[in-house]
């Protein structure tokens, strides 16, 4: 079993930064894709920012050049710097690992508890 802890969210001022993490605990055997998602009320879930285990990423065009995603293998963790936060950017963000469980079970996905990303005055 995989469990995703998700740390780092919090209230903020427009404009300034924070830096979320998630990070895979259990029994891992191979993490390929990850990424963040985002749901504010009233509104559907969306990809934010995505990264493959060679280190290719893609972003959704509402955070380019603002947002940051990484991820430390070693740590089974994936990052999200956030800069320069918009108020439009305030929602629940989600965690999602694509695992590899096994040759029997295959690839499943897996989500973080979500943490509250506040962006206000």
């Known amino acids: 079993q995989v469990r995703l802890v998700e740390s780092g969210g919090g209230l903020v001022q427009p404009g300034g930064s924070l830096r979320l993490s998630c990070a895979a605990s259990?029994?891992?055997?191979?993490?390929?894709?990850m990424g963040w998602y985002r749901q504010a009320p009233g509104k559907q879930r969306e990809l934010v920012a995505g990264?493959?285990?060679?280190?290719?990423?893609n972003y959704a065009d509402s955070v380019k050049g603002r947002f940051t995603i990484s991820r430390d293998n070693a740590k089974n963790t994936v990052y999200l710097q956030m800069n320069s936060l918009k108020p439009e950017d305030t929602a629940v963000y989600y965690c999602?690992?694509?695992?590899?469980?096994?040759?029997?079970?295959?690839?499943?996905?897996?989500w973080g508890q979500g943490t509250q990303v506040t962006v206000s005055s």
């Open positions: 999602h690992i694509e695992h590899f469980d096994g040759v029997v079970t295959g690839l499943n996905d897996y």
């Open positions: 259990g029994r891992i055997f191979h993490i390929n894709d």
């Open positions: 990264i493959t285990s060679g280190g290719s990423t």
